[in-house]
T-cell receptor, first 114, second 112 residues
Framework: NAGVTQTPKFQVLKTGQSMTLQCAQD?????MYWYRQDPGMGLRLIYY???????DKGEVPNGYNVSRLNKREFSLRLESAAPSQTSVYFC?????????????FGEGSRLTVL | TQLLEQSPQFLSIQEGENLTVYCNSS?????LQWYRQEPGEGPVLLVT?????EVKKLKRLTFQFGDARKDSSLHITAAQPGDTGLYLC????????????FGGGTRLMVKP
């Protein structure tokens, strides 16, 4: 059972480089999310997509863009990476938004920006 | 300042001890979830509480939602090394479209 799959798992970038984190879920969930996790900060929401064709900003959207390619896939793009974007990124999906259902997370993508 | 404050941030105990982790806020939540995260993995849901005063038990873990739905606690009885991990609470705010806001986490280490 794949669940939520993220690629790549590790990435090192230089300041100013761009990259895209890919996420795919096979649970037929409507909602998908991108979080970043920093020590002591818990998980902070970057962007989310409540359903195919819609995306909305979360708590910390600056410096990121997203694309909901189809129901399965939700990508996160860093156009010009900065050291402050060094973090572990998690993609998640859920089936029920109101009330919030269980979030299913991928294994994370560890990004270092030099 | 985070909307959800978890305490303690770190906890190191011996196997067999009891512990309580707290999740506090000045905001009222429509529901609250607890997740556990192990190194190199994503968080996994343990429980969702919805009603003020609600108590849920999951084997040796007891979860309580405050009467006013502003706080929650997680109590572990007779902790085991397998309980080691990062515990995260996440609250849903009705006036924020029920989006989940996470606390900073409590990192628990249970030594054999």
């Amino acid at each position: 059972n794949a669940g939520v799959t993220q690629t790549p798992k590790f990435q090192v970038l230089k300041t100013g480089q761009s990259m895209t984190l890919q996420c795919a879920q096979d649970m037929n969930h409507n909602s998908m999310y991108w979080y970043r996790q920093d020590p002591g900060m818990g998980l902070r929401l970057i962007y989310y997509s409540a359903s195919e064709g819609t995306t909305d900003k979360g708590e910390v959207p600056n410096g990121y863009n997203v694309s909901r390619l189809n129901k399965r896939e939700f990508s996160l793009r860093l156009e010009s990476a900065a050291p402050s974007q060094t973090s572990v990124y998690f993609c998640a999906s859920s089936d029920i938004r109101n009330p919030p259902g269980e979030l299913f997370f991928g294994e994370g993508s560890r990004l270092t920006v030099l | 300042t985070q909307l959800l404050e978890q305490s303690p941030q770190f906890l190191s105990i011996q196997e067999g001890e009891n512990l309580t982790v707290y999740c506090n806020s000045s905001s009222v939540f429509s529901s609250l979830q607890w997740y556990r995260q192990e190194p190199g993995e994503g968080p996994v849901l343990l429980v969702t509480v919805v009603t003020g005063g609600e108590v849920k038990k999951l084997k040796r873990l007891t979860f309580q939602f405050g009467d006013a739905r502003k706080d929650s606690s997680l109590h572990i009885t007779a902790a085991q090394p397998g309980d080691t991990g990062l515990y995260l609470c996440a609250g849903a705010l009705r006036n924020a479209g029920n989006m989940l806001t996470f606390g900073g986490g409590t990192r628990l280490m249970v030594k054999p």
